[in-house]
């Protein structure tokens, strides 16, 4: 009888190990089917303003696009435009600005923020033609950096002591406070959705910045600034560029010395690194209400133009190099800056030897 149980034993497990490997096989097989592959995408030119070199650096969900542009082969003017339908249009400076400007954010409305006068940087708002100064926090300088649809502007200003977040609204500039407290520690609110939430980063632990939330006027912490931490040992460096409205919010953060890594934080999940397509650093730029988050990857922090850098596309897990999801080998796509709702993705990159704004549209999947 022992001998009986023993091979009845042994045959169970037999049964047992081999019904645990058809199961797992199985469950690969579905989560490799249940994995859509990239998109592919059509890189459309967006030219410049007459010179040698554009960058695209926001969209909306109409396909509409802000950045700057050289007008003449020179490094100046280098100046703020609207891209629609195929034409790019001069925003131009505030009066008594010199000869740069950058248009950082667009919201559907076609309203575009920036920054005008790289010398003492104004912040502007610029609608139907129309270009704007929206003052200061009494510093005398100031840049917008995003707007949304309700067209809640957001961005950094100096109050005379140091540089601090801002949000406009309604014809006025607030000072959003930073982690640390008081009015002599800074910090830059970079992005903002449409319920209100912003991100950016401010001093937080010791004399670090980090990724700071201030939360929307649908929630019952107004304004009240929130540090998301850090990658690593969580005290070191980050900065929140983006946030849908799904609250989950894209930027870069440190690791380990001067290394920086793209990060998506989740509430509940906090801060997962995105990895860097095998390059040193990666920088995620923003993030679309599907989830789908864009930025670059390079081989020296921060620098896209004299060195390995590639834009990215990070979707269900996975960083995908976005010059392996165009069929255009004339283009080297270094930099991803926004994503819509759509999934086109604006940038720029380099084409004949210069630096192009470009749009990428979606074709299949």
Request: proline share 4%; no cysteine; glycine share 16%.
């Amino acid at each position: 009888m022992h001998e009986v149980g023993t091979r009845t034993r042994a045959r169970w497990l037999s049964i047992w190990s081999l019904m645990v490997v058809v199961t797992l096989l199985a469950a690969m097989q579905t989560a490799a089917a249940g994995a859509p592959p990239p998109p592919r995408y059509e890189v459309v030119d967006l030219g410049t303003l007459g010179g040698n070199a554009s960058f695209a650096l926001d969209l909306n969900d109409r396909g509409e696009v802000t950045g700057n542009s050289r007008t003449s082969t020179t490094t100046l003017p280098l100046l703020a435009f609207g891209w629609s339908d195929g034409e790019m249009t001069e925003i131009g400076t505030l009066p008594g600005s010199n000869a740069f400007s950058r248009g950082y954010g667009i919201n559907n409305a076609g309203v575009v923020v920036g920054e005008s006068d790289n010398n003492r940087p104004r912040a502007f708002r610029w609608a139907d033609g129309e270009l704007s100064d929206l003052g200061d926090l009494g510093g005398g300088s100031a840049v917008a950096h995003d707007v949304n649809e309700p067209e809640q502007i957001v961005g950094a200003s100096s109050n005379g002591t140091t540089s601090r977040p801002f949000v406009y609204w309604r014809g006025q500039m607030r000072d959003l406070g930073t982690v640390a407290g008081g009015d002599g520690t800074p910090g830059r609110a970079w992005g903002l959705n449409d319920r209100g939430d912003i991100v950016g980063n401010s001093r937080a632990v010791g004399t670090t910045a980090q990724a700071t939330l201030w939360a929307g006027p649908n929630r019952s912490r107004l304004g009240q600034p929130v540090g998301l931490g850090s990658l690593g040992d969580g005290e070191r460096f980050s900065e929140a560029v983006a946030i849908n409205n799904r609250r989950q919010v894209v930027g870069r953060s440190t690791v380990a010395g001067s290394t920086e890594r793209a990060f998506l934080w989740e509430d509940g999940v906090g801060m997962s690194d995105l990895g860097s397509l095998g390059l040193n650093h990666s920088r995620a730029l923003d993030i679309n209400q599907r989830g789908q988050v864009v930025g670059y990857a390079s081989t020296f922090a921060g620098h896209t133009g004299f060195s390995d850098a590639a834009g990215f596309l990070w979707e269900n897990g996975t960083m995908h190099d976005l010059n392996d999801l165009v069929d255009a080998d004339e283009w080297d796509l270094r930099a991803a800056e926004a994503i819509n709702a759509g999934g086109a993705i604006t940038g720029y990159g380099l084409i004949d030897g210069q630096t192009r704004a470009f749009l990428l549209v979606p074709t299949e999947r």
